[in-house]
């Protein structure tokens, strides 16, 4: 690894870390300079600005979440357990990215927002075949596959949008776990017809 590439994963560290925390507006390079122990000049080099920082900091974790679903997809071969593994895999990756920085991303940068959605979309209809899959080997009910993703694409839509979370005051994986829990099971009691 060359040494542009290490000071550049280190900018990146320290940058997801704040606005993880603290979100995109409130941090300034002064302060990942401060915790870097180095000149804003040295990050300038690496990253022309903090926009820059953000869109690199979300196709890391686009990245990492590509990887982890790929070695999902590997390791399990029931999709119902690709599913469950799945789900999990996104609620800890994403979660907190949601308390702060996805809540201001839509206004701040809304192109990269766009973005995180489309991507978003592409992982959500990648669903359709292991429903297809989970159908045939019977772990799901005989449904219409590309109603059942569209279903769960809205779900994941709603959850995953900053605004609605706050205005319902919960947190993501509170809204995840409910709308999965609602996708999975539907709304009426068991027993009920």
Do not use: C
């Not at 999990?88 to 192109?111: A, M, N, Q, V, Y």
């Not at 809204?175 to 999975?184: R, S």
């Amino acid at each position: 690894m060359g040494k542009n590439l290490i000071v550049r994963n280190k900018i990146l560290d320290a940058a997801q870390k704040r606005m993880v925390k603290f979100g995109y507006r409130k941090v300034t390079m002064d302060e990942i300079a401060q915790d870097l122990g180095m000149s804003k000049n040295t990050i300038y080099k690496q990253f022309v600005s903090k926009q820059e920082i953000a869109e690199a900091l979300v196709k890391a974790l686009e990245q990492k979440i590509n990887e982890g679903l790929h070695n999902i997809e590997k390791t399990h071969k029931e999709p119902l357990a690709i599913f469950s593994q799945s789900i999990l895999l996104l609620r800890k990756d994403l979660g907190s990215w949601f308390d702060h920085f996805f809540r201001e991303i839509p206004t701040e940068l809304p192109h990269l927002w766009e973005d995180f959605l489309h991507y978003r979309n592409e992982k959500i209809l990648n669903i359709q075949a292991l429903v297809r899959k989970g159908i045939k080997q019977g772990a799901f009910r005989d449904i219409n596959d590309s109603i059942a993703v569209q279903a769960y694409l809205g779900v994941v839509k709603a959850v995953m949008n900053p605004h609605f979370l706050e205005q319902e005051k919960i947190t993501f994986h509170e809204a995840l776990d409910a709308a999965l829990d609602i996708w999975a099971y539907g709304i009426l009691r068991k027993g009920r017809k």
